[in-house]
């Protein structure tokens, strides 16, 4: 009798062990998806999708979904493309993805990168400050924003090359340092026996309507000194494509 009940008790562990087998088995099956990169680089107020991921659904086909919304990104629940429009945020946007289907999930973190660099603007600035809303007075000047962080500068209706200089952001707030007079050919040269001129600006993004830069203009001079004057106004509106000269 007590081989039996030993018996018996063996059996029960063993297909107990054979039941959380399964069900762990179960939870590690996943969803594998793939898509051709993890951090995409876009240009700023570009509109554009990605290719679909390679993905194995462990059975049952399922569904794509964002798990938090991301302003200017959608997804296609059937493939999984994602698409970003003009209201994509400038910088760093972190996008999860969610498969799913009636048995288990997986996400996948990706970033897609929107940059000033391949952007190109077109400009004014003008003495004084006013407490109205600044209005858009002759735009003499385009802006060509490179990706090795130098700019070119261009007078409008001319064609060689006014200026060049370099351009930076952080947290929206761009800033410009150029030189119109300055005779080295190397944007990252700061002239130290002339004055160049320093834009500094809040970049608003206005979706389909475009987007904006406007802040102070400053001259730094270094006769006799280092002096950084402030100016006035300027303000820039994107263009995103050479102007017509």
């Not at 000033?116 to 003008?126: H, I, K, N, R, S």
């Not at 351009?167 to 007079?181: C, K, P, Q, Y």
């Not at 002339?194 to 904006?212: K, M, P, Q, R, V």
Request: glycine share 8%; aromatic share 10%.
């Amino acid at each position: 009798m007590e081989k039996i009940k030993n018996l018996v008790v063996k059996i029960a562990l063993v297909l107990t062990f054979l039941v959380l087998a399964a069900c762990s088995n179960d939870e590690e099956s996943k969803i594998e998806v793939a898509y051709d990169f993890q951090v995409l680089e876009i240009v700023f107020q570009s509109v554009g999708e990605s290719l679909p991921p390679m993905v194995a659904w462990d059975g049952e086909v399922g569904t794509f979904a964002l798990k938090e919304p991301v302003t200017g990104v959608s997804i296609a629940t059937d493939t999984g493309v994602l698409t970003w429009e003009k209201a994509l945020a400038l910088g760093e946007n972190p996008i999860v993805v969610v498969a799913q289907n009636s048995r288990t999930r997986t996400e996948v973190s990706l970033t897609i990168e929107s940059t000033l660099a391949g952007t190109y603007w077109v400009g004014w600035d003008e003495p004084g400050f006013s407490d109205d809303t600044p209005m858009i007075v002759s735009l003499d000047k385009q802006f060509e924003f490179n990706n090795d962080g130098s700019i070119t500068l261009r007078n409008i209706g001319v064609e060689d090359p006014a200026g060049v200089g370099v351009w930076s952001n952080n947290e929206n707030v761009i800033e410009l340092r150029f030189s119109t007079g300055c005779p080295l050919p190397d944007p990252f040269i700061v002239p130290e026996i002339d004055e160049h001129i320093l834009y500094i600006g809040t970049l608003s993004n206005n979706s389909d309507e475009g987007a904006t830069i406007r802040g102070e203009w400053y001259r730094v001079d270094f006769n006799p000194e280092f002096l950084e004057t402030v100016i006035g106004e300027f303000g820039m509106f994107i263009s995103n494509e050479f102007f017509d000269f």
